[in-house]
């Protein structure tokens, strides 16, 4: 489904549920962009050794290492290009307040949101300018 | 009259023994003062949970030498401490509150202070207060099983709700009409589950007291319109008109929380839209006044029975004449946006008749209160 004028990008979707995960990839693969998973933290880590994504679909509560400690990790203080999404349905808590203080460009609720909403989002994130640093 | 002396000075000294015995028997922390507040009593509860010894505390001015805290740790305004307002106005007082102990630590109590009264005039007080550590933690932890229970349960609901548009979206192929239709039920079904869920995370974030507010100027009237936007399908779908209009020229602008204040709208206007007949009314008034902002949510659907009006905010109430025919409702939608409007700082009051309608309003501070007057506030 990807149509001319699309945004090429990378995006690496961060998400423990294997069904969600899966979706996701589908959605954003039919949008034209280049998709890797990872279903914790510590893989997404590692993913990023060899995968430099514009954009990050992360979960916040995941086994092995959540989005938070992963955050804190990653720091994009030092990888300022990079935009971080956040995929949670803790909405209002304060594990979405602290994702903000790392840097997460948005949050958006897991549950609340269609997949063409999904495709929205992701693309008006990677038309931003990038955060400062 | 040589006679009659001793005995009275021997029913004194029984009257005494009998109070002291009663004091000390007491099973929570008690603490007796003079008129002026200096501790004259304190029973052995008290001091092992203060982890002071008696002569520590024995003629010292009460207020000072047990300090009372409120939830964010800062100390309780001498006037607000139960044992003024005890003395001030000649009654009980109750109070939610945390002492600091000898050690340092906090401890959370409840404390009840009642006045000694002798011709209508305070000659000393007695508090009694309970230590509810455990209350407390037992609370804790519930708020915490319902957060996390409500975050997997929306984990599949995520996974049914994203492939059900995916179908419908055409992700897998063409899907035929009737079974688009089929799976637009899944989603509404979803939809309402999700805002269940929502609804019950609020409840426990109200009620654990960590609900985040993220304060913003902004115009109220903004706020309805985007609700209105929100609920309109709704309404179409029972022919309900919905408007919205400002009464009088004064300024609507509030700093408040924007996601509260559209769960609050929002609650008010889904209710107003479900226990309206078809084809009704409902009317959102806004106006600027000058403490406030007062909105008003007028529907001329069913009603509230009179015998229901004092149970309307409390939780899990569904009127009768509601239960009967409208099968959706949680009962807890009404008891959160009482609970969201005491953190925004804001009141809310309803008038309704049966068969004729109802009006809910409330009001938003055009200012917010300081931070102490909240603490004291949300003590209440």
Sequence with gaps: ?133 | MADILPASIQHAQEQRAQAEALFNSIGEGAIATDEFGRITRINPIALGMLGYKERELLGEWFPKKIVALTDQDTPVNLIDRPITKAFLTGKSATEKMFYRKKDGTVLPVIITVSPILLADRPIGAIEVFRDITLEEEVDRMKSEFISLASHQLRTPLSAIKTYSHMLVDGYMGEVTPAQKKSLRTIITATNRMNELISTLLNITRIESGTINIVPKTLKIERACEEVIKELSLAAADKEISMTLSQKGRGTTTVKTDNLILKEIISNLVSNAIKYTNEGGAIRIEVQGRPRDVLVAIHDNGWGIPKASHDQVFSKFFRAQNTVKRETTGTGLGLYLVKGLLERLNGEIWFESAEGKGTSFYFTLPKERRNTAARAASSQK
């Design chain 1, 1 to 133: 489904m990807a149509n001319e004028g699309d945004i090429v990008a990378n995006i690496l979707v961060v998400e423990d549920d294997k069904d969600l995960n899966n979706a996701y990839c589908i959605i954003l693969e039919s949008q034209g962009y280049t998709v890797e998973s990872a279903y914790d933290g510590q893989e997404a880590l590692d993913k990023l050794e060899h995968f430099n994504p514009q954009l990050i679909l992360l979960d916040l509560l995941m086994p092995i290492m959540g989005g938070l400690e992963f955050l804190q990790r990653f720091d994009l203080k030092i990888h300022p290009d990079v935009k971080v999404l956040i995929f949670t349905n803790m909405e209002n808590s304060p594990e979405v307040a602290e994702s903000y203080r790392l840097g997460a460009h948005r949050c958006i609720i897991k549950s609340w949101t269609a997949p063409h909403n999904l495709a929205r989002v992701i693309n008006e994130a990677l038309e931003s300018e990038p955060a400062k640093a």
